[in-house]
């Protein structure tokens, strides 16, 4: 079985520590997903080796059942015996899973029942009119609950061309591409303004990986030849950069810690976040035994995080511990996240003492000594971390209510933080 956090209380408390140590970086929930439905998508048996057990991971898993596939769950395992055939109307929970939702609706088109999808949490609260826009091209019925979920699919999805506004994010667009290759026939999508393109580069990677092909020219249209068949074969999950981020940035502001298990040629557009530890001036080593970041005097960093919007959490821990101030632009992908991200962010700083204000689009943060003190989460599994992130050099301790918020990504966060050296009650 998944190995379970111990710290899972609605508040933890963290103390100011020095980190020190070597820990694992935990598998990554995205590819976790996306592995998850071309198991489903394949014929025959798919073995998933460092799966996250994530809440996301749980969601696709459930959906990915509902749907017809077989799967058992193994200790860092996951075997789907594929099969999309569920007798009659089906609904789908996709939790709070933007991507399982944005992925699987895609994939439900290929069925000739309908299916509903529901979620839980902000999901519910998230628009889904771009899947309504994309799916109804290509010849899908949608129904909305007033551009919100419930989302209600009916009729096949058929080959064709479409259109999609990628300014929003990369994630419907993945669902397609995994969707259209098992289409009657060839399509191809041309999209706009496509933001987190290097998401699309995990997408396409693993897509080869199970065996399928698509012609991408320079991410602004993609053809997909149809009657494709996927691959079932073992596939092994890379390390996550996006919760990895936040212990290497506590590394270099409370300490020296190693992550181990990651890919540093990795496609994860959150491998950024090198680029900003570096030119923030923290002490960096790429080694055997993995990646390490320690303590130094930091200085204030600019970063474009357009395209890695996840790293704006973690970056706002480092900015707060840098002289001067920091500018992260991209605030403009934060508003539909778990929470409203940038205010989120500015919010959990400010009670900390440390200034934060916009500019644009742009995000300034004046770094400083953080102080104690009682913040939420906002049940945003990011902005929990980043907490806790900056407690460990805080000059008090910080009470984060709402903190079980991580196991949406990172389950075993603050176990990995007390075994660096961190004191959680």
């Known amino acids: 079985m998944p190995k379970k956090t111990y710290f899972n209380l609605m508040n933890n408390t963290v103390n100011p520590s020095g980190l020190a140590g070597l820990t694992d970086a935990p598998p990554s929930k995205s590819l976790t997903q996306r592995a998850i439905a071309a198991g489903l998508l394949s014929g025959g048996t798919t073995v998933i080796r460092n799966a996250s057990f994530c809440n996301d991971s749980m969601a696709a898993i459930n959906m990915a ?12 395992r996951i075997n789907i015996i594929a099969g999309i055939r569920p007798a009659g109307p089906v609904t789908l929970n996709c939790g709070e899973s933007g991507l399982a939702l944005r992925m699987f609706a895609p994939v439900a088109g290929l069925l000739s029942e309908s299916v509903t999808f529901t979620g839980e949490g902000s999901l519910v609260r998230r628009p889904v009119t771009m899947i309504r826009e994309a799916l109804i091209q290509l010849g899908v019925k949608v129904e909305t609950s007033g551009g919100l979920l419930p989302l209600k699919l009916s009729g096949r999805l058929r080959p064709g061309r479409a259109f999609i506004d990628g300014s929003s994010g990369s994630q419907l667009l993945t669902g397609l591409l995994m969707a259209l290759p098992m289409a009657d026939g060839d399509s191809r999508i041309d999209v706009a303004s496509l933001t987190s393109k290097p998401y699309i580069g995990l997408t396409l990677g ?13 991410y602004r249209s993609f053809i997909i030849p149809g009657r494709q068949s996927y691959r079932a074969h073992e596939y092994t999950v890379e390390g996550d950069w996006s919760g990895a981020a936040f212990l290497l940035v506590a590394g270099a502001t409370a300490g020296r810690v190693t992550v181990d298990g990651l890919n540093p040629c990795s496609l994860q557009a959150d491998r950024a976040v090198l680029q900003a530890l570096e030119e923030a001036g923290a002490g960096l080593i790429t080694g055997p035994c993995g990646i390490t970041a320690s303590r130094s005097e930091l200085k204030a960093f600019t970063f474009e995080a357009t395209d890695a919007p996840d790293l704006f959490p973690p970056l706002a821990a480092l900015a707060a511990r840098c002289e001067g101030t920091s500018r992260i632009t991209g605030v403009g992908r934060l508003r539909h996240k778990e929470s409203d991200r940038a205010e989120a962010i500015a919010e959990v700083l400010g009670a900390m003492g ?3 204000r916009f500019s644009g689009n742009e995000m300034l943060i004046t770094g400083g000594q953080a102080k104690g003190a009682t913040v939420s989460s906002h049940n945003d599994h990011r902005i929990a971390m980043m907490a806790a992130v900056m407690a460990a050099s805080a000059a008090g301790p910080v009470t984060i209510a709402g903190a079980e918020a991580v196991s949406k990504s990172y389950p075993g966060f603050y176990d990995d933080l007390t075994r660096l050296g961190a004191v959680i009650s």
């Open 65 to 76: 059942q509902a749907l017809g596939a077989t799967i058992m769950q193994q200790e860092e």
């Open 354 to 356: 440390i200034r934060v």
């Open 206 to 218: 693993l897509l080869a990986e199970f065996g399928i092909k698509v012609e991408n020219d320079d």
